[in-house]
């Protein structure tokens, strides 16, 4: 690399059929951010193995008030998970939060033959669900960034799906359109302030 130092890559992989696969998509950590900004400007759109490669900055800072935003509020056992990608299956979903504590029960809201883009995961114990927040507050599935949300204080399953439906009608900015889903997965991509997350783009 010409335009500076590699201080770090990242593979992102999940388990398939046994195995443990690359997502399509990972990071990479450069020595400032003048460098990580020339890297996404010369090489955008470069073709590795057949794809294109999309470059993004991503942003850090924002990420950890998010976490910490979440992680404040301890009074619930339920968890909303917004921006699923529409290839995750519940399986997918089970083999992801499971290792955090024991799950009560998921849900995968369906609308049609696809899920809505959101799921919701109830654990038996309050630091199940704290430990799954701050575990995965940063998790990209199927190359989509999770974003966890926890139930308020007293709010059902049934009246966190109301909530949650509601809000997705007023703004599916954040989400994928299942009509527009090409049968091969079409992956995003961020790059950090110091650090770049790159990932393939099939058609």
Do not use: W
């Amino acid at each position: 690399m010409k335009e500076g130092r590699i201080q770090s890559v990242r593979i992102k992989k999940h388990m398939k059929k046994g195995k443990n696969v690359s997502m399509g998509f990972g990071f990479i950590e450069f020595d400032s951010v003048e460098t990580a900004t020339n890297i996404c400007r010369d090489l955008q759109g470069t073709v590795l193995d057949g794809h294109a490669l999309i470059l993004q900055l991503c942003h850090a800072k924002k990420d950890e008030h998010a976490v910490k935003k979440a992680g404040k509020d301890k009074s619930s056992t339920k968890l909303l998970v917004r921006n699923v990608a529409f290839e995750a299956t519940e399986k997918d979903l089970r083999q992801l939060f499971s290792p955090f504590g024991q799950i009560k029960s998921l849900r995968l809201p369906m609308k049609f033959e696809n899920h809505r883009g959101f799921a919701f995961v109830e654990y038996v114990t309050k630091q199940e669900a704290q430990n799954a927040i701050q575990a995965l507050s940063n998790t990209h599935l199927y190359g989509r960034h999770l974003v966890l949300e926890r139930a308020k204080e007293g709010e059902s399953l049934e009246e966190l799906r109301a909530r949650t439906a509601a809000q997705f009608t007023e703004d599916q900015n954040g989400f994928q359109n299942p009509a527009k889903l090409s049968k091969k997965r079409k992956d995003i991509t961020t790059l950090d302030e110091v650090s770049m997350k790159f990932q393939r783009f099939t058609d």
